[in-house]
């Protein structure tokens, strides 16, 4: 063996034994989960404070009798059920009002499109949220072949219009479309096989429209094109990360709508008065559940 191959060798020997001593990659998957706690622990701080917030805005829309509607529309698995939860899970379910319908009944076919979703409005002092909404039309409709295009066409030529008219009736509209990668939306998607806590989610209409990517990029676009109004904007959202996308919505969402905080008395709560010397519990045989943990 010539003297140059043996040098390398050891080189090579050396090199290896290096490695295996290397308490580096240890240590970086310690650092990695070190750091992804504390992500959460600052996700779950910001989403505290904006909890708050969501519960001063609940308060003033109820003071002020506002009328809020919140559209939330994007590609299957982009985020919008985990952005609407983290709005809501605060607040008052009688004031913040989600809305997801499902496909229209045979008697529902027969009505003026939007005749289905008008019912849902708000009223004062509320704020609904649609899961999809009537862009399912310009959307899922248009992809999937559900509707004529012509009743597509007539329909991005109506709904401007249509949302002026909600706008000059009271109503404060807020239209979000959360955008998601071809790469992270099959992630996604296939974790909800996987999952038998998401399996649910995975519809066989999901399944079809996965494969039909680039016509849903074109309903998008010319369902901006004719929908972005001045008066009615599209807010889009990037929600490659799911606990970023909440932040930022829901912190946009709180800049749209002016509100102050409703200022409370300081609540004291009172001394019991006999306790357990008026009445005494009876024996009666509760049924009460296993405690199995």
Same mark, same amino acid.
Do not use: C
């Given at each position: 063996?010539?003297?140059?191959?043996?040098?390398?060798?050891?080189? *090579?020997?050396?090199?290896?034994?290096?490695?295996?001593?290397?308490?580096?990659?240890?240590?970086? +998957?310690?650092? %990695?989960?070190?750091?992804?706690?504390?992500?959460?622990?600052?996700?779950?701080? %910001?989403?505290?404070?904006?909890?708050?917030?969501?519960?001063?805005?609940?308060?003033?829309?109820?003071? *002020?009798?506002?009328?809020?509607?919140?559209?939330?529309?994007?590609?299957?698995?982009?985020?919008?059920?985990?952005?609407?939860?983290? &709005?809501?899970?605060?607040?008052?379910?009688?004031?913040?009002?989600?809305?997801?319908?499902?496909?229209?009944?045979?008697?529902?076919?027969?009505?003026?499109?939007?005749?289905?979703?008008?019912?849902?409005?708000?009223?004062?002092? %509320?704020?609904? &949220?649609?899961?999809?909404?009537?862009?399912?039309?310009?959307?899922?409709?248009?992809?999937? /072949?559900?509707?004529?295009?012509?009743?597509?066409?007539?329909?991005?030529?109506?709904?401007? /219009?249509? +949302?002026?008219?909600?706008?000059?009736?009271?109503?404060?509209?807020?239209?979000?479309?959360?955008?998601?990668?071809? +790469?992270?939306?099959?992630?996604?998607?296939?974790?909800?096989?996987?999952? /038998?806590?998401?399996?649910?989610?995975?519809?066989?209409?999901?399944?079809?429209?996965?494969?039909?990517?680039?016509?849903?990029?074109?309903?998008?676009?010319?369902?901006?094109?004719?929908?972005?109004?001045?008066?009615?904007?599209?807010?889009?959202?990037?929600?490659?990360?799911?606990?970023?996308?909440?932040?930022? &919505?829901?912190?946009?969402?709180?800049?749209?709508?002016?509100?102050? +905080?409703?200022?409370?008395?300081?609540?004291?709560?009172?001394?019991?008065?006999?306790?357990?010397?008026?009445?005494?519990?009876?024996?009666?045989?509760?049924?009460?559940?296993?405690?199995?943990?």
């Amino acid at each position: 063996m010539s003297k140059s191959k043996k040098e390398d060798k050891a080189v *090579k020997k050396q090199h290896a034994e290096n490695k295996a001593k290397d308490p580096q990659p240890a240590v970086t +998957e310690v650092s %990695e989960k070190k750091a992804k706690k504390q992500k959460a622990k600052l996700y779950d701080k %910001e989403l505290k404070r904006l909890h708050v917030e969501l519960v001063k805005l609940q308060e003033w829309v109820v003071a *002020k009798g506002l009328k809020v509607v919140i559209v939330f529309e994007g590609r299957d698995g982009a985020g919008k059920g985990g952005t609407i939860k983290a &709005i809501t899970e605060r607040v008052s379910p009688r004031v913040f009002k989600v809305v997801a319908l499902p496909a229209p009944s045979d008697r529902e076919k027969t009505q003026m499109y939007v005749q289905r979703y008008i019912p849902h409005f708000p009223a004062a002092g %509320e704020v609904v &949220i649609f899961d999809r909404s009537w862009y399912n039309r310009a959307g899922v409709e248009r992809v999937m /072949g559900f509707t004529d295009p012509k009743y597509v066409e007539r329909f991005l030529e109506l709904v401007p /219009g249509v +949302e002026k008219v909600m706008i000059e009736s009271g109503i404060i509209l807020l239209k979000y479309w959360l955008e998601v990668s071809p +790469e992270e939306q099959e992630r996604r998607l296939r974790s909800r096989i996987d999952d /038998g806590r998401k399996i649910w989610k995975l519809s066989p209409m999901d399944v079809k429209s996965y494969t039909r990517w680039d016509d849903y990029t074109l309903a998008r676009d010319e369902m901006f094109k004719a929908s972005d109004s001045s008066w009615a904007p599209w807010f889009v959202a990037k929600s490659e990360d799911k606990k970023s996308v909440r932040l930022n &919505i829901i912190s946009h969402l709180l800049s749209q709508i002016p509100y102050k +905080e409703i200022p409370h008395e300081k609540v004291v709560l009172p001394k019991r008065k006999d306790l357990g010397k008026k009445y005494k519990p009876a024996n009666y045989p509760f049924k009460f559940i296993p405690e199995v943990i």
